[in-house]
């Protein structure tokens, strides 16, 4: 276990708990109307391993990519990164642009080209860049600004359109600003989402900025306001409104996410991945993480991006230096 409070534990808090509830949600994905027994019994008795899909599979390539690149984005190398990644594990249950896509990098198309061309012409929207982009937010010693620059980066590779690349943005900076914010410090809502909205387009920023509305009534009203669907504009808000109803509680964070419906395990992932790096490991579920798919190698992941970024910076991991967001 990482030493409490550490940036590393932090890191491994946010990439285990997101890789957990990945493969807890990717059991009902698609589905909507959950039973709410139904999905406290697969979350509360994981029984078998933990099967985690695309969104950790490119998760952990990116995360391994910023470790490699002293925590910055090389795109011609990252592009090729997702293709491998791809062709290895085909099964992920990658989206259906992003399989165009990757085929026609791995068949030689420039990935400025096929990204470009997604979806005649306009690009992807899809939640893709969103789901992740943890490990942006997970390099120690940024500021915000560079955050927000390096999510950009990472989402440009596979999502050109304005909306797919703002998932990519909120998310960075929701995991950022959680990393930032120790568990016992609470969070300022209005604050948090004012940072993150402040550095999107105009369409995202008021989906988020009708977040804090949603966060003291019943779950139902975050599905009734947000489509809960694989586009980024759909999945976001939903994750990052779930995570300020339940900043310290994974288990019932989790719940909240799949019970949603829709892209349970994209949404359940990124709400996660936001409140593993508030809570650091010790708050990841010990059955879920024994149970957990390549473990080891996720844990290994966000130790390589704790050492990531400008080591002079490191002190100013979280506390007072960098919580004017
Ligand atoms: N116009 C209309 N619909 C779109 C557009 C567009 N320009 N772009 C995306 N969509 P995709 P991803 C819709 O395929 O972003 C996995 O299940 C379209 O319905 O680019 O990597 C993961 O678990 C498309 O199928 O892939 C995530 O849930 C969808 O958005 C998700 O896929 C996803 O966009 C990640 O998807
Ligand atoms: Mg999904």
């Known amino acids: 276990m990482a030493a409490p409070n550490s940036w590393q534990t932090r890191a491994r808090g946010s990439l285990l708990l997101a890789a957990c509830a990945d493969a807890l949600g990717s059991v009902f994905e698609g589905q909507r109307g959950l039973?709410?027994?139904?999905?406290?019994?697969?979350v509360d008795h994981v029984a078998s391993s933990l099967c985690w899909t695309d969104d950790t599979a490119q998760t952990l390539v990116l995360a391994e990519h910023l470790a490699a690149h002293g925590g910055r984005i090389e795109s011609d190398a990252l592009a090729a990164g997702f293709a491998d990644a791809w062709s290895a594990e085909p099964w992920r249950g990658y989206g259906h642009g992003a399989v165009q896509m990757l085929a026609q990098i791995n068949d030689g198309t420039p990935w400025r080209e096929a990204a470009q061309s997604a979806f005649g012409g306009s690009g992807s929207l899809g939640n893709g860049a969103a789901m992740r982009a943890a490990p942006v937010g997970l390099v120690p010693g940024c500021s915000l600004d560079e955050v927000a620059v390096a999510a950009t980066a990472s989402a440009g590779v596979s999502h050109v359109h304005p909306e797919g690349i703002d998932g990519a943005v909120a998310q960075a900076l929701a995991v950022a600003i959680a990393a930032r914010t120790p568990k016992d410090q609470g969070l300022q809502v209005n604050e948090v989402i004012e940072a993150i909205a402040a550095r999107t387009g105009a369409v995202f920023a008021a989906e988020l900025r009708a977040v804090p509305a949603l966060l003291a009534g019943p779950a139902a009203a975050i599905s009734d306001r947000y489509r809960c669907d694989a586009t980024a504009l759909g999945a976001v808000p939903p994750a990052i409104?779930?995570?300020?109803?339940?900043?310290?509680?994974?288990?019932?964070?989790?719940?909240?996410?799949?019970?949603?419906?829709?892209?349970?395990?994209?949404?359940?992932?990124?709400?996660?991945?936001?409140?593993?790096?508030?809570?650091?490991?010790?708050?990841?579920?010990?059955?879920?993480?024994?149970?957990?798919?390549?473990?080891?190698?996720?844990r290994a992941a966000a130790d390589g991006l704790t050492r990531s970024g400008d080591a002079a910076q490191r002190r100013c991991e979280y506390g007072s230096e960098t919580n004017g967001y």
Not at 35 to 42: K, M, S, T
């Open 35 to 42: 039973d709410p027994e139904r999905v406290a019994e697969a």
């Open 241 to 298: 409104a779930v995570f300020l109803r339940h900043p310290d509680d994974p288990v019932a964070l989790v719940k909240e996410a799949i019970g949603l419906g829709g892209d349970t395990d994209t949404i359940a992932a990124m709400a996660a991945a936001i409140c593993g790096a508030h809570c650091g490991e010790a708050a990841v579920p010990q059955p879920w993480s024994a149970a957990l798919e390549q473990a080891a190698r996720v």
